[in-house]
């Protein structure tokens, strides 16, 4: 064999196919011998098909003689497995035309059968005969494939989003099968369609580690992408690569971050809130249709968010006021507000067939917040000493001893003009409606006598339970303590930590429910794949299809987790708690994380993440972890002179 002809491969490895013979004794008849043909690596045999043949390399021939070039056009040809020829376009001479480069005029097929044809009237430039040759083989896949990819040792490998990623400082590495081609490759990877990378390869050119220079922005989503113009030095082609990853300040400390959140979260409220009314939405997307019980949660977040700074004194003040005329005109019934409300027009939204008139429970949940409110007014100010005025008399126009029904001891949840008592749903402990007792003994123009709190609310000691779950005794309530809202929405205002009677010390009541609902998630009884001692809270919320919405707890647990379960339960405890906020921020931000908060809830097993909000989870969340932080809607609630006479009068210490 003559001088290699490798020296010229470089030069065409972008542009042709190459097919490698051994020598064959027999087809080297005649005075011209074909000595080897090569394409990269592969070897073509006579007689046997050759796998694993490039697609992208060219041909090379070796004879033993000087070949014809007059003849080598019309007798060197490819054909594909219907025999129809594959043009060469292309024709190269080396070592006085003992050795000869081919191109096909097109990509050839991957994963194909094709035959080299070498015809016996070829002939030698002195008319030195051959014999001729076909050699049969099946194309490679002809590709550079992507074998490792991480961030930050995050397999990124998968098409599905990866979280915990930091904004400074992330380092991407990747593994190719072959070597690449460092021409301009830093075009080649970007993130967003920004080429920025500083890269690095290995030694191999295999490897590559990569740093993004600039910072990114916070639980934001970002897409990075590898180019399919990417080659590798042999020329195989890449068929691209892109995945999405989402960032995430890495850490905030615990309290700047309970900040973002009651700051997000505070949004529902303010920014969403219903532009007529200032009311709060009942859930997300729900136009006019706005919610008393939430609202009035919405009215305590507004307290937080003027003590924090979210908004101005003066924009609280004036969402306030709109909010107050609003109630002042709405339609009531006996002075209870209904649970849904047009908030444009305040007339009643029926939320059921026969549920068109008051709601006592959603009309106790905002005189909670609306006294709450009043006493963080200042009375020295006389706008604000009029708002004052207007919240007391609202509040005394609720008329609790009329839903008595008809003087029972036992205060009943619903009524209206047209359909009467029809709903006769008696409010009997132990759930979210403790307040109701508080607030109706508190009033000073239709209070209730102590008999309706014992004989309705408490069942005469009915409501005791004293049984022990997971090593937490419940004193009152259902077993395993039914859905955390229990455990919230009565505790927005009425501050649980010294409050006792005859039935129960509520902070036992509520640090234990708490634990039973965080243990049972940790023991998961039904292996659910993402519960855990950081990802738990069973609650009423949203839930997928064909439930739509249900109350989960540890006796209907459905696989769907709700963030504000764990987030409400900041106060009583703080440890689960701050895990599972930690983990609702960091690890699945990217799915639950939203203009407003954290979304409603989440079933991995499902593959089903909320996209909605619903006013009375988030409430829950801003005012809690005020509690926790600061005790501020306790203190300002438990402040009422109203409140204080009432839990006295129940037989309350607090």
């Keep these: 064999m003559k001088k290699s002809a490798s020296i010229l491969i470089p030069v065409l490895i972008l542009l042709f196919f190459t097919v490698s013979c051994k020598k064959d004794p027999a087809f080297v008849i005649g005075t011209m011998q074909l000595a080897s043909c090569t394409v990269g690596d592969a070897q073509l045999t006579n007689g046997v098909v050759t796998n694993n043949v490039p697609i992208n390399q060219p041909v090379v021939l070796n004879f033993s003689e000087s070949v014809d070039s007059t003849l080598v056009k019309a007798n060197i040809y490819l054909k594909d497995n219907t025999g ?42 002195n008319s030195e005969t051959f014999n001729g040759a076909e050699y049969q083989f099946i194309t490679s896949d002809a590709s550079v494939t992507l074998k490792k990819i991480t961030i930050d040792d995050q397999n990124f490998m998968t098409p599905s989003v990866v979280g915990m990623v930091p904004v400074t400082g992330a380092v991407f590495s990747v593994e190719f099968s072959l070597p690449i081609d460092t021409v ?75 900040t973002v959140v009651q700051r997000q979260t505070f949004k529902y409220f303010y920014d969403y809130a219903h532009p007529t009314s200032g009311m709060a939405r009942e859930r997300s997307g729900s136009g006019n249709t706005v919610t008393t019980g939430g609202s009035g949660f ?58 068109n008139g008051g709601d006592l429970v959603e009309t106790a949940f905002m005189a909670q917040g609306l006294i709450a409110m009043r006493q963080y007014l200042n009375s020295s100010t006389p706008a604000e000493k009029a708002l004052i005025d207007r919240i007391t008399n609202m509040y005394n126009g609720i008329e609790w001893d009329w839903y008595r029904q008809n003087g029972q001891n036992v205060l009943y949840w619903h009524w209206s003009p047209d359909k009467n008592w029809i709903m006769n749903m008696p409010i009997r402990g132990y759930d979210e409606a403790l307040i109701v007792y508080v607030l109706a003994s508190s009033s000073t123009q239709h209070t209730i006598p102590k008999i ?12 005791k339970n004293g049984k022990t779950f997971y090593g937490y005794t419940l004193p009152v309530g259902y077993d395993l303590g039914g859905p955390l809202f229990f455990a919230h929405y009565s505790f927005l205002g009425l501050d649980p930590r010294k409050l006792s ?38 609650t009423a919320c949203d839930l997928p299809a064909p439930d739509y919405y249900g109350a989960c707890e540890p006796s209907n647990d459905k696989g769907t987790i ?26 699945v931000g990217d799915h639950l ?62």
């Design 84 to 125: 129809n020829t594959v043009p060469m376009v292309y024709f190269s001479y080396a070592d006085t035309y003992h050795t000869v480069f081919l191109k096909h005029n097109a990509s050839l097929q991957k994963l194909q059968q094709y035959t080299l044809v070498v015809s016996k009237s070829l002939k030698g430039k």
């Design 452 to 463: 309706v709190y014992d004989a309705g609310w408490a069942g005469n000691g009915s409501i």
């Design 184 to 258: 301009q490759v830093k075009s080649k990877f970007t993130l967003d369609g920004s080429a920025k990378f500083i890269i690095t390869f290995s030694s191999d050119l295999k490897s590559a580690t990569m740093v993004y220079p600039d910072k990114l922005a916070n639980l934001t989503k970002y897409t990075f992408s590898i180019s399919s113009n990417l080659k590798a030095t042999n020329g195989y082609t890449f068929a691209g690569f892109s995945n999405v990853l989402t960032t995430a300040t890495i850490p905030l400390s615990d309290d700047e971050l309970l």
């Design 562 to 587: 709700a963030p504000t379960a764990a987030v409400s339960s900041l106060p009583y405890t703080p440890v689960q708690s701050m895990n599972a906020i930690r983990y609702f921020y960091y690890n």
């Design 593 to 654: 994380w939203g203009d407003y908060g954290f979304h409603d809830s989440f079933d991995v097993q499902e593959s089903w993440w909320a996209d909605s909000y619903l006013a009375i989870d988030q409430g829950p969340e801003v005012v809690m972890i005020e509690n926790y932080r600061t005790q501020l809607i306790w203190k300002l609630f438990m402040s009422a002179p109203e409140v204080q006479a009432g839990l006295t009068k129940l037989g309350f210490s607090y």
């Design 298 to 355: 919405g009215v305590m977040a507004l307290i937080v968010g003027m003590e924090r700074g979210f908004i101005t004194r003066s924009q609280g003040i004036t969402q306030l006021t709109k909010i107050i005329s609003f109630l002042e005109t709405a339609d009531r019934f006996h002075g209870a507000w209904s649970h849904w409300i047009d908030g444009s027009t305040g007339k009643v939204i029926p939320f059921g067939d026969n549920d």
């Design 501 to 538: 009677d005859a039935y129960a010390n509520y902070w036992t009541q509520n640090v234990n429910h708490s634990l039973i609902n965080w243990q049972y998630c940790v023991s998961n009884p039904k292996k659910y794949p993402n519960y855990s001692a950081s990802c738990w809270g069973l």
